[in-house]
């Protein structure tokens, strides 16, 4: 199984990014896709996470009203559409597939994880 992350990259705040993640290798059809991020000296934190199973979202309460994940089943593809960022989300990101149907948000609960990808907000 491989989850290949992209998308980040140097932005101002206030701006946008989208984060992809493609999942190969898996071929079970309900799982969870999460977000997590990783800020310099700070523990790994889940940013948001969606279940193919049901389509339950979870938002970290830092990001809620600004971020939006979203996922193609048939595609196995998921999207974070990051909005009016700012410094403090400044981190590399990640994706990772939990083998669950119902929302997981801490990453001891996934079993496999993408590359991270950078993502800086600028003040």
């Known amino acids: 199984v491989q989850l290949q992350a992209s998308g980040g990259g140097l932005v101002q705040a206030g701006r946008s990014l989208r984060l992809s993640c493609a999942v190969s290798?898996?071929?079970?059809?309900?799982?969870?896709i999460g977000w997590f991020r990783q800020a310099p000296g700070k523990e790994r934190e889940g940013v948001s996470c969606?279940?193919?199973?049901?389509?339950?979202?979870y938002y970290t309460e830092s990001v809620k009203g600004r971020f939006t994940i979203s996922s193609d089943n048939a595609k196995k593809t998921a999207v974070l559409q990051m909005n009016s960022l700012k410094p403090e989300d400044t981190a590399v990101y990640y994706c990772?597939?939990?083998?669950?149907?119902?929302?997981?948000?801490?990453?001891?609960?996934?079993?496999?994880w993408g590359q991270g990808t950078q993502v800086t907000v600028s003040s």
């Open positions: 290798g898996f071929t079970f059809d309900e799982y969870v």
């Open positions: 969606v279940s193919t199973f049901d389509g339950n979202t």
């Open positions: 990772a597939l939990a083998m669950a149907v119902a929302l997981e948000t801490t990453p001891d609960a996934f079993d496999y």
